[in-house]
């Protein structure tokens, strides 16, 4: 919760990465019925789809979407209707955006009430390659956010930062004020053009196992990119143990799954940067690495007796036979090597 008693997400831009699936779904639902309940206006403009399962999982939560509409507390527009209204001819007029919305956030808060809004309209820009007008609509609605009272939560496709070198998502991630993670892909043939690959995070499946990687060989796997929130550690943490299992390493889930949590953890945390997890499959063992944005060496802290963090390089140190970073041109990659048999050899850092 926010300092004024709104959701996490609170009053700014939030960054979402998911297919609306029944969580995503619940999850905007969410956002805009805790904002009825503090009085807030709503103001929603995504597919006819997406406005249809929203408005039922409101009401499922016990809102009345059809009495906030009727009390001028809820405005809900077709995404695909609302573009033309200030693209024309393939140009984007910043002036006609902002009267646009001006007046919905204007319609959807009478009397001055903050307004909660799900966006989908970057999302629709992205979908047909306009990656211009898409940054273009991102500036818009920050110059909008700096006049306004009002929280914005959108969507992306996020097939283009799977596609993406790590400092363009991080660019993405450093434009919005909290990143909101769901869980993957649903294969919902009913999903609007518009709307059909969205999703966030890469958070994992209810059952446990993560999404497929961006790249799966018999000596090398490489993930697809995380977010820097917290449902990105156990995220990545199981993609590590598939890949493991799939290559017959059973045998090392445990201090994988250890070192992996840790360095995940190290690039949330601390380097508060979107992430990818590697594996190199060597003759007696693997190579777990993490690869970030941020070019900060990992450091080791010295915590006291009774702070129970802190101690991340000391874990991968005693886990692994050797450990290191590497310099990229984007960030760095942090790894470890654990060897196949439980005991390591020299637990020493190494360069590059």
């Not at 939030?14 to 103001?43: K, P, Q, T």
């Not at 977010?227 to 990545?236: I, N, Q």
Request: charged fraction near 25%.
């Amino acid at each position: 919760m926010s300092h004024d008693g709104r959701p996490r997400w609170g009053s700014g831009h939030a960054g979402s990465w998911y297919a609306l699936d029944s969580e995503g779904i619940e999850a905007v639902a969410r956002f805009v019925a805790h904002g009825w309940s503090e009085a807030d206006g709503a103001l929603i403009i995504a597919s006819a789809h997406h406005r249809e399962r929203i408005d039922a999982a409101m009401a499922e939560l016990g809102a009345n979407p059809e009495l906030m509409k009727h009390q001028g507390r809820y405005v809900a527009l077709d995404v695909d209707t609302t573009v033309p209204r200030f693209v024309d001819d393939g140009v984007l007029y910043p002036e006609r955006f902002r009267a646009v919305v001006g007046e919905l956030l204007a319609e959807a808060g009478r009397d001055g009430a903050h307004v909660r809004v799900f966006s989908e309209l970057i999302a629709l820009l992205r979908h047909r390659d306009e990656i211009t007008k898409a940054l273009e609509l991102e500036a818009q609605w920050r110059v909008l956010l700096r006049q306004g009272d009002f929280s914005l939560l959108c969507a992306y496709p996020a097939h283009d930062f799977d596609e993406s070198r790590l400092v363009d998502v991080r660019r993405v991630c450093d434009l919005h004020s909290e990143l909101l993670a769901a869980g993957p892909p649903a294969a919902d043939p009913s999903l609007s053009v518009a709307t059909e690959h969205l999703r966030a995070g890469f958070a994992t499946p209810a059952a446990g196992s993560s999404e497929g990687p961006v790249a799966v060989g018999r000596y090398h796997a490489c993930s697809q990119v995380y977010l820097p929130v917290a449902e990105s550690v156990p995220a990545a943490r199981h993609f590590v143990i598939d890949v493991l299992h799939a290559w017959g390493l059973g045998r090392l889930d445990a201090d994988a799954a250890i070192v992996t949590s840790e360095l995940a953890t190290n690039a949330v945390r601390h380097a508060d940067s979107p992430f990818r997890a590697t594996l190199d499959r060597q003759h007696d063992g693997v190579r777990i690495g993490v690869e970030d944005a941020a070019h900060d060496p990992l450091s080791r802290r010295s915590p006291d007796s009774y702070d129970p963090s802190g101690r991340g390089v000391d874990i991968v140190e005693a886990l692994s036979r050797r450990w290191g970073s590497t310099e990229l041109p984007s960030g760095k990659l942090v790894w470890a090597e654990l060897a196949e048999s439980v005991t390591t050899v020299d637990a020493t850092p190494a360069a590059g």
